[in-house]
DNA sequence: GATTAATCGAGACGGTACGTCGCGTCTTAGT
DNA sequence: ACTAAGACGCGACGTACCGTCTCGATTAATC
């Protein structure tokens, strides 16, 4: 039989993990990622400071397990009658992802600090959440058989165009403009061999 | 005939204004935006504090001043034989602008910065530094007589895609994925219709 | 006959003069010396920053011209019927400049810079504003034909009690008080040739 | 039995107190109390600026905790073979302290700075250095054996002399001097039946 | 009447201390 | 070995005042 001998001392507790990870949820909510401490996580999850330094190394690393599971659920889409409803409908819920949800709201938090730190950017590089969620959708789709080599430019065509208006310009989408963005994502995808 | 007369007291010191853009260029680069601050800005230009708070609110502020015009120049490209190399050298232009220049470091540390502090994203939003790029190539170009009204969609998928794969992975592009990703831009465009 | 050649150029204004030293008495008053400042001011005369240190170097310097005169005023007792009373009255009068009248608040605050600042420490040592009135009352006493030698130490035996009190522990004179302060201090100057 | 439960966290460090204290004696004499500030305290002592402000709040308040036993110390006098010469050597240590030592130099710092800021008045109130040493002397002497009411009176003709020719004209006191002003201040204490 | 020169109010300039806040570390007692 | 609490050294924050400077406008005496 194996024996898994746990490490000496008081285990980690997991009331204090779980604190301070819905303290980061709802701080970022209320007060936004800026005004967020690591001082003001530890108080307002009523846990020592040391223990949040102990677990984690800077405000992002606690953001990111916060909200990776949120992300990814809030990203899937079932699947629809036709491909065309597939993508516009992962549009619709990218778009919603980036303008309303609180998950959302935290991803587009890490992605403009890893332009500020090198150590979030390679935080983030790990989980793809966005273009893992775009691949999942188009993987599905049975209208092409194979998995294409451009794959990764061809997520980036679908959720590029949406990320930057909303990182750029904060903008609202609409289901209609998406569709007509699906549709054209579409159109271009299907007369690939036009390379 | 109009008078116009100059404000009262001693007026603004254009070397003062000078030393900060110039000091703001030079740290973002030796430094980083975050290790970047104003008190470091104010010293580094041998200007004092408040002269810097008097003119800017931010350090945001400062650097889309010292880095706007850069950046619209570096993204400039000069007329083309055919559409597809012209698109094609905007794109490479895009990509080396936010990959090794340092205005367009600077860019995405406020793109960055924008998705922390709402001041920031309204900036931002006032200077389209990568649309109006794009927008003045689809504009030039002749193969298309009229201004379309997705003018702004058209651009997002020229945009988009290569500045998704840059932020979120730190993409290093070659001319050739360029060239394809302006080919595949192009089919879509021309099919347009379809919509 | 004597030609007073005035200086070239504008003269200086009386109008800002003034200005100046009814600001400096109202602050005092309204806001304390530690609260004034030279910025306050000028704003408050309504004047150039500039006047004021062009014909003052210090809060002090002004404070002293404001207060200088008013001091001497509120110090000067009339003759009395005798001596004792009259002894008394220049307490009284001391005390109440000191705890109650707006140039004793300025003297105060003058002895108390004057600890803190060798200049100001040097300005106050050329106007002896308490020992010059307790001389003058007396002098003018007949009770004692001649200025002794012990001039200032008699002087000092006079004032520097009441100091005492008011500076180190915010006293309020009663006059009975100072009135036995006064008979005390009369007997010891009656029998000074136990010296 | 009385269990005395220590306050959470991290205890004050006395070596930080300590430091704070050291630093604000040398720099009173190194570079005068104007010249003092919170900050350079703070540098000074290796100290951390907000430890400073955690237990002091102004350099008033350090000065009195770093120069108050001194002060006593100082002001002591040994019994003598009689009264004047007890009343002789006190005025002397006054004397000596106002002008020559350093913790009189804090003193003198101190009692100005009351003049502007009541907050440092209060602070005095609560400890009558010159007041104490005076008390002190005038009640071990045996040569009147109740305590009198008219006691701060008395230490205030005692102190005030001397106090006041130091604070405004920056007096050398001789010994003669003051064996004179002893004397003077026996006479009329020894006839104040007078009254 | 034009020129000259020192003043005026206004306000920006380079500095620097203010008192606060957050950093990440440390030192307690207690679990 | 972990926990909460909280002091520690450090240094940036944005503000206020320092004393100086640079403007255009004003005010007399001199030319």
Same mark, same amino acid.
Request: glycine share 6%; hydrophobic share 45%.
């Given at each position: 039989? !194996?024996?898994? =001998?746990?490490?000496?001392?008081? #285990?980690?507790?997991?009331?204090?993990?779980?604190?301070?990870?819905?303290?980061? /949820?709802?701080?970022?909510?209320?007060? @936004?990622?800026?005004?967020?401490?690591?001082?003001?996580?530890?108080?307002?999850? %009523?846990?020592?400071? *040391?223990?949040?330094?102990?677990?984690? +190394?800077?405000?992002?690393?606690?953001?990111?397990?916060?909200?990776?599971? /949120?992300?990814?659920?809030?990203?899937?889409?079932? #699947?629809? #009658?036709?491909?065309? =409803?597939?993508?516009?409908?992962?549009? $619709?819920?990218?778009?919603?992802?980036?303008?309303? +949800?609180?998950? @959302?709201?935290?991803?587009?938090?890490?992605?403009?600090?890893? *332009?500020? &730190? *090198?150590? $979030?950017?390679?935080?983030?590089?790990?989980?793809? !959440?966005?273009? &893992?969620?775009?691949? +999942? $959708?188009?993987?599905?789709?049975?209208?092409?058989? $194979?998995?294409? #080599?451009?794959?990764?430019?061809?997520?980036?065509?679908?959720?590029?165009? !949406?990320?930057?208006?909303?990182?750029?310009?904060?903008?609202?989408?609409? %289901? /209609? +403009?998406?569709?007509?963005?699906?549709?054209?994502?579409?159109?271009?995808?299907?007369?690939?061999?036009?390379?």
């Amino acid at each position: 039989m !194996v024996e898994i =001998t746990r490490p000496l001392g008081r #285990p980690r507790s997991e009331d204090a993990r779980l604190a301070v990870l819905r303290a980061v /949820d709802d701080m970022l909510v209320e007060e @936004g990622y800026a005004a967020m401490t690591m001082k003001g996580i530890a108080e307002r999850a %009523r846990v020592g400071r *040391q223990t949040v330094y102990r677990w984690w +190394s800077s405000k992002a690393e606690i953001l990111l397990e916060a909200s990776a599971a /949120d992300a990814a659920r809030e990203l899937t889409v079932p #699947p629809g #009658p036709d491909i065309e =409803t597939e993508i516009t409908e992962f549009l $619709v819920a990218l778009a919603a992802f980036l303008t309303d +949800s609180d998950a @959302g709201l935290a991803y587009r938090a890490l992605v403009g600090e890893a *332009q500020h &730190d *090198q150590k $979030v950017a390679e935080l983030l590089r790990g989980t793809d !959440v966005l273009g &893992d969620a775009a691949r +999942s $959708v188009l993987r599905r789709s049975e209208w092409r058989a $194979v998995a294409r #080599p451009e794959e990764d430019a061809s997520v980036a065509e679908l959720v590029g165009p !949406v990320l930057y208006r909303i990182l750029t310009a904060d903008w609202r989408a609409d %289901r /209609d +403009s998406l569709r007509t963005m699906a549709k054209r994502y579409l159109v271009r995808e299907g007369s690939a061999d036009a390379t």
